[in-house]
């Protein structure tokens, strides 16, 4: 197997021409023969004035880099796509398969022999480890790392939990104008990924839980020495596997890391969108991920992380008592301790080397957890057939058993030029339910599931509701908010047929998500909608025609059909 320049040589017919032509190319860049002989680590380059939680990512390089060249290899740093939450429309969840495959195609088409990703911001380092996964030669995931925490009148501030938080109060009156305008000054203070549990801490804890990142790779902050150190030895590992040609993602990604992973999802208090996130990188290495056996899980493993939104924590507490090392050696009674790891041994000894700290109240034990189940519950029922999620861990206890009346939002547009309306029909007690928000009806399943809290009820205190929809949620949110609703509303899911004034039944300790209506007539208004489905306009050309022809449902990872694995035989 040819390695280092020798490889993936361009097509001229005529292979040491190809070899000529590449090599007196490259010396353009001033490379000598004997650098130009070394096994080249490839290493992305995500950053963008778009992307803050990148804005670290030169400093990773350098370091990265210098590993590299310590190890006795080549590195070779490359531009991929990078997305920002806030600065990608629609969603970014709409352009996380276009990076994946922008970052598996760059991977395959220039000579490599390994390869550094770095990535942070939420969709980034799934799309690079589904593209990683894809490609399968050996790979090292490096976070950008958690933001430090911000303060604000004697408090400490974290995003988003708390952005959400401070702008619901501005909503309800509580806090003015100018005061949110200093708010919105301190909630970012540094670069970085957001640094409660959301969905980029929840996706750095879960690779490095399953292997792919070096330990504490997950929670040095964004902005330490420590971080760049990580960056370094990631650097320094890749060249050492570039060199043996193991281990690849597809050795590191199998049932056992998987399960581990689901049960680190749960511990962790994490996102909801890890579920989706964890599913497609696992459809990448041919293994179905059973949505019912993370539920059971769930069950078992109670959440041991005291981090926002689900507890009162940063990320960079975490890290300063001994990050997911410690989390491992509290769980390890449940986890595969032999999966192997991208640092060489196997997840034991990932363990045997986690710092003790002594007192500390970050990383809870199985005798004395947070919370007594696990983050998520997968439903079902009438109205899930193939399953909806929601964030126990974050929700009010006394709503987890509820009934009410429906009051539906048809679109997003719908829900933006109408809850706040003061003719609105809706009380305490009704459930919110918003639709035509799933992977093909927005499209991109954008984060619209924590629907606000209408304001004549915000103002009159009410802090929570039930809210049910086929969207995703911000992993920084918090609210009894059931998501993820499949099939989705837009291919006739049965969301698509509820009623303002339906009553629904939410029951998530017997895992539950009922529209309560007679067989009869749900048949019937499905039939209906069957018949004469609401006009949509289709895309008709480039990245969005392909999103909507070929995204898969929540339940499957909302990837591409035609970018799982089937199984090692169907590897390119
Ligand atoms: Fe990038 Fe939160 S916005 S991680």
Redesign the pocket.
């Known amino acids: 197997m040819p390695n280092g320049l020798r490889k993936g040589l361009t097509s001229y017919g005529d292979d040491a021409f190809s070899l000529f032509l590449r090599k007196a190319f490259i010396k353009a860049m001033g490379y000598s023969d004997d650098a130009l002989d070394r096994p080249i680590v490839g290493i992305t380059n995500t950053y963008s004035d778009y ?3 990148h804005g670290n990512v030169p400093d990773l390089i350098e370091s990265a880099r210098r590993g590299v060249l310590l190890a006795g290899g080549m590195p070779m740093v490359f531009p991929t796509i990078s997305i ?3 600065f990608a429309h629609p969603t970014s969840m709409f352009l996380r398969n276009l990076m994946a495959m922008d970052t598996e195609e760059m991977i395959r088409a220039q000579p490599m022999d390994a390869v550094v990703v770095i990535g ?3 969709k980034t380092l799934p799309a690079q480890v589904m593209a990683a996964a894809s490609a399968d030669i050996p790979a090292v995931v490096v976070p950008t790392g958690p933001m430090v925490v911000g303060h604000h009148r004697g408090e400490v501030l974290g ?2 939990t708390d952005c959400r938080r401070l702008w619901s109060q501005y909503r309800a009156g509580q806090i003015d104008e100018a005061e949110i305008d200093r708010i919105s000054g301190r909630l ?1 203070p540094s670069v ?3 640094m409660v549990m ?4 929840t996706m750095a804890c879960v690779l490095e839980a399953m292997g792919l990142a070096l330990p504490l790779s997950a929670t040095a902050p964004a902005v330490h020495a420590d971080r760049r150190r990580i960056a370094e030895a990631s650097g320094k590992r890749a060249a050492e596997i570039a060199l043996a040609a193991v281990p690849s993602p597809s050795q590191l990604i199998t049932a056992a890391s998987v399960r581990n992973a689901m049960i680190v999802l749960q511990a962790i208090g994490g996102s909801t969108n890890g579920i989706i996130h964890l599913t497609a990188i696992a459809g990448r290495a041919g293994i179905p991920l059973d949505l019912d056996a993370f539920d059971r899980l769930g069950r078992e493993v109670p959440v041991l992380i005291d981090l926002k939104p689900s507890g009162a924590h940063y990320m960079e507490h975490l890290h300063h008592v001994g990050g997911l090392p410690a989390l491992l050696r509290e769980l390890a009674p449940l986890l595969d301790l032999g999966a192997p790891t991208v640092a060489g041994g196997t997840l034991a000894d990932i363990i045997a080397g986690a710092e003790q700290v002594p007192n500390q109240d970050v990383i809870r034990t199985l005798a004395a957890p947070l919370k007594p189940q696990g983050a998520m519950a997968i439903l079902r029922g009438n109205l899930a057939p193939h399953g909806a999620v929601i964030k126990q861990s974050a929700a009010s206890p006394e709503l987890l058993q509820h009934t009410g009346r429906a009051v539906v939002f048809h679109s997003i547009e719908d829900m933006a030029a109408r809850i706040d309306s003061p003719g609105l029909d809706v009380a305490p007690d009704d459930i919110l339910v918003l639709r035509n928000a799933g992977p093909k009806g927005a499209p991109g399943m954008p984060e619209a599931g924590y629907l606000p809290i209408p304001v004549k009820l915000a103002r009159q205190g009410v802090k929570d509701m039930v809210r049910i929809s086929d969207a995703r949620m ?1 992993g ?1 949110a918090f609210g009894t908010i059931v998501l993820h609703i499949a099939p989705e509303s837009a291919v006739g899911g049965p969301l698509a047929i509820v009623q303002t004034g339906d009553r629904i039944q939410l029951d998530v300790p017997a895992r539950r998500l009922e529209l309560l209506i007679d067989e009869v007539e749900l048949t019937r208004r499905l039939g209906v909608w069957q018949k004469q489905p609401p006009h949509r306009t289709p895309a008709t050309r480039g990245y969005a025609r392909l999103f909507e022809d070929q995204v898969l449902q929540a339940d499957q990872g909302c990837d591409f059909d035609f970018l799982l694995r089937e199984g090692p035989a169907g590897k390119r």
């Open positions: 992307n803050p939680c920002h939450e806030s942070g911001c939420d995003a988003c970012a970085g990924t957001c959301g969905t980029a801490s911000s920084t």
